[in-house]
C-alpha cells in the first residue's frame, strides 16, 4: 500500500518503548535479518520485527527504511510493517530525559537509567569500550560493545559531554553501566551540562580549612595559596586526570610526597570506579637535581602520551614538590607549555619570579617572608591534611623525619617532633630520614612504592619497618664511615678574608664514586666532622668534582642562587648554572673552566658577611 503524503516521525536518541505510538509511520535503519522477517532499528536503543510477510521490498543493512507501528506488545516487542511514501515530511520525537545522578546508581541495579556528564575516560579493551563519566556527584564506568576490540561510538572522546542511557549492572563487585545508547551532545544542551557539573565541582573540591598541626606564621601567611593548590589536586582526582608528582630524590621531598600520594590515593579509592585508578592515575617519580630537569619532562611525556593513547586518558597535571621553583626549571616548563599542561609547585628553594608564568599554584615559604626552615615535607603533610583530612593519623610523623633529614633550625620542628614523640624520637626520625636517602640512591629512577612505605611506616607493618629501618641504617653508616676515613686526609683548608674558615673536599678524586654516599652527601658528612672540630667558626666546605662544586656553610651568609647568576654572567664559556637553598646548593660548570670558576666561588664567598 502507497501513502502519497503523510508526517514521518523520527526517534530522538533519548526516547523509549513509551514513546512509540501504534499507527504512526517512522524512519528507521535495517539492523539485521531473521528467516522469519528483517529486524528494524527505530533509534540507538529501540528496534522493532517486520515479519516477512509485510515486507514490501529487498532489503540490505544500514539501510533507511519506513515502517508503521502495527503493535507495541507488553514486553516491549514492536511489530512493524513496511510502507512507501511518494512524499512525506520528518519530525523528531524528542522527551525530557528524566537524567540520574550517578551517585544514586548503587540503588538502580538492573534498571534503564540515562546519564548526562563529560567523558573522562575513552578506554577500548580486547571487548567492550569502556568509558568514563563524570556529572556532578561522581564518576562511574559504562561498558558499549559493537563487537570484540572494536570502538563503539567513535565520534565520542575524552572531553566531550554525552547523554547514555543503560542499564545499571555489577561487574566484579563494581558497578557498570551496559550502554545502549551514547549521544555527543552540543550548543546550548552541552553548556547546560557543563554548567552544572563546573559549578558542583567547585564546591566539591573545595580544600579543608582544618587547623594546621602546628603554630606557625609562616604557614598561616600561605594558607591561601596552599588551598587554592589542594583544590587543584582535588580536582583532579574528581575528574579523573592523571597526575604525575615529581619531588626531589633525598628524605624531605619523598617525606612531602609520600604525605600527598596516601592522601590522594585514599581519594581515588574512595571516588574512583576503577580498582586499578591508583595506579594509572597517580605517579610518583624522583628528580635527582632540585629542579625539574629535561631528563625528567621527557620522561614524563613518554609515560603521558602513552598511556593518553593506551587508556584515552587526559593529559595530566603536573606537580613539583622540593623543586619547581627556580630558573633552572624553565627548559623543562617550556617543554610542557607547548603541551598545555597544567603544573603546580610546592618548594622550599629560594623562588625565581620568572617561573611563575607557567604555574598554576606555586606554594613556597619565601613567598611570605619564610625561608628553607619549613621543609617540603611539613608543607607536603600539611597539604596532603587539605586535600584528604582522613589520613591525618597515618602521616603525622612526616613532618618531623623531613626537618631533621632536612637540618631544618625553624620554630617549627620541634613542635612537629613534639606532636610524635611517644611514637617516634628524633633519633629514629634521623635514623628512619637515612635509611630514606640510602635506598633511594640504589632505587635511582624508581619510586619504590612499597619499600619507601615500609620505611616510613605507612604500611602499618611495625616489625618489619623497625628491621628494615635498622638494616639499612647500619649499611649506610658503615658506607659513610669508610668515604669520610678515605676522605678526610685529602681535605685542604684556607682563611677567608672574611675571617671564616674554608674547607675544600675534592669528592672526584679522593672518594669511592657510583656508589652511597654520593657527593652531596658525603660534602655534608664533612662539612658536620669540621663544624664540630671549628665549634662556634664560621665553616664553608666545598666539594669539588669535575664539573660540579656542591656548597655547605655554618655562619656565612651566602646567596648561592645570586652567587650562580653572577658568575654565569662574569665567566665567558663557563657554562655555570646551578642552585639550591641560599647557604646550601651546588653548582655546575664546564670542566676546563673549573679553575676560574673555584676561584671566582671562593672569592664570593669570601665577602659574604659573618652571622
Not at 572494536?150 to 559531554?161: F, K, L, Q, S, W
Not at 673536599?505 to 658536620?528: L, N, Q
Request: glycine share 8%; with cysteine; aromatic share 6%.
Amino acid at each position: 500500500m502507497a501513502y502519497t503524503s503523510e508526517i514521518v516521525y523520527k526517534l530522538g536518541p533519548g526516547c523509549e518503548v513509551e514513546d512509540v505510538q501504534e499507527g504512526n509511520i517512522y524512519l528507521g535503519k535495517v539492523q539485521g535479518f531473521a528467516n522469519f522477517g528483517t529486524f528494524v532499528q527505530l533509534n540507538n536503543s529501540i528496534k522493532g520485527l517486520i515479519h516477512k510477510s509485510n515486507a514490501l521490498t529487498q532489503h540490505h543493512e544500514r539501510a533507511d527504511i519506513l515502517v508503521i507501528v502495527v503493535q507495541v506488545r507488553p514486553n516491549g516487542n514492536i511489530d512493524l510493517r513496511e510502507v512507501i511514501l511518494d512524499e512525506y515530511t520528518t519530525e523528531l520525537v524528542s522527551r525530557q530525559v528524566k537524567t540520574t545522578q550517578l551517585t544514586d546508581l548503587k540503588g538502580r541495579v538492573g534498571r534503564r537509567v540515562t546519564i548526562e556528564g563529560e567523558l573522562g575516560q575513552v578506554k577500548q579493551t580486547s571487548g567492550p569500550t569502556i568509558f568514563t563519566i563524570i556529572d556532578e556527584t561522581g564518576s562511574e564506568s559504562a561498558a558499549a560493545f559493537v563487537e570484540a576490540g572494536v570502538r563503539a561510538y567513535p565520534e565520542a572522546n575524552t572531553g566531550d559531554i554525552v547523554r547514555v542511557s543503560g542499564e545499571v549492572m555489577k561487574r566484579n563487585n563494581q558497578l557498570q553501566i551496559e550502554v545502549s545508547s551514547l549521544e555527543v551532545l552540543k550548543g546550548e544542551a552541552a553548556e547546560e551540562v557543563k554548567e552544572r557539573i563546573e559549578e558542583s565541582l567547585s564546591i566539591r573540591s573545595e580544600a579543608a580549612d582544618n587547623p594546621f598541626l602546628v603554630e606557625s606564621e609562616v604557614l598561616t601567611r600561605l594558607r591561601p595559596e596552599m588551598r587554592k593548590l589542594a583544590k587543584i589536586i582535588r580536582r583532579a582526582v574528581f575528574t579523573q586526570q592523571p597526575i604525575i608528582l615529581r619531588h626531589h630524590a633525598d628524605a624531605d621531598g619523598i617525606c612531602a610526597a609520600a604525605a600527598i600520594e596516601t592522601a590522594v590515593v585514599s581519594l581515588l579509592r574512595e571516588h574512583g570506579n576503577d580498582s586499578d585508578a591508583e595506579f594509572h592515575l597517580f605517579k610518583r617519580s624522583p628528580s635527582k637535581a632540585p629542579f625539574y630537569e629535561i631528563e625528567d619532562i621527557t620522561r614524563d611525556l613518554d609515560f603521558m602520551l602513552k598511556d593518553a593513547v593506551r587508556f584515552g586518558q587526559k593529559l595530566p597535571l603536573i606537580f613539583l614538590m622540593d623543586n619547581g621553583s627556580t630558573e633552572e626549571d624553565m627548559p623543562a616548563y617550556k617543554i610542557a607549555q607547548v603541551y598545555g599542561l597544567d603544573i603546580v609547585v610546592a618548594d622550599h628553594h629560594h623562588p625565581d619570579e620568572i617561573v611563575d608564568q607557567f604555574l598554576k599554584a606555586h606554594v613556597n615559604p619565601y613567598h611570605v617572608e619564610g625561608d628553607f626552615g619549613i621543609t617540603a615535607g611539613m608543607i607536603g603533610t600539611e597539604l596532603a591534611r587539605m586535600i584528604n583530612p582522613d589520613i591525618e593519623e597515618r602521616i603525622l610523623h612526616l613532618p618531623a623525619i623531613a626537618g631533621v633529614g632536612d637540618r631544618s633550625d625553624s620554630l617549627e620542628l620541634p613542635q612537629y617532633l613534639a606532636l610524635v614523640e611517644g611514637s617516634y624520637s628524633t633519633e629514629e626520625c634521623k635514623k628512619i630520614a637515612l635509611a630514606l636517602d640510602y635506598e633511594q640512591f640504589w632505587l635511582r629512577f624508581n619510586d619504590g612504592r612499597e619499600i619507601v612505605k615500609d620505611i616510613l611506616n605507612l604500611n602499618n607493618n611495625t616489625e618489619l619497618h623497625k628491621r628494615l629501618v635498622s638494616l639499612l641504617v647500619e649499611e649506610a653508616n658503615a658506607a659513610i664511615a669508610e668515604q669520610v676515613k678515605t676522605l678526610m686526609p685529602h681535605v685542604e683548608s684556607r682563611s677567608l678574608s672574611s675571617g671564616a674558615n674554608l674547607f675544600i673536599a675534592d669528592v672526584e678524586m679522593y672518594a669511592h664514586r657510583f656508589t652511597f654516599p654520593p657527593p652531596g652527601k658525603t660534602s655534608g658528612e664533612i662539612h658536620d666532622i669540621l663544624c664540630k672540630e671549628h665549634e662556634g667558626e664560621p665553616v664553608v666546605t666545598l666539594g669539588l668534582g669535575p664539573d660540579f662544586v656542591v656548597l655547605r656553610s655554618r655562619g656565612v651568609m651566602m646567596n648561592i642562587p645570586r652567587m650562580v647568576r653572577e658568575l654565569r654572567d662574569e665567566i665567558a664559556g663557563g657554562g655555570v648554572n646551578g642552585g639550591g637553598h641560599l647557604v646550601v646548593g651546588s653548582i655546575k660548570f664546564v670542566e676546563g673552566m673549573r679553575d676560574i670558576v673555584i676561584e671566582k666561588l671562593i672569592a664570593k664567598i669570601s665577602e659574604a658577611p659573618i652571622a
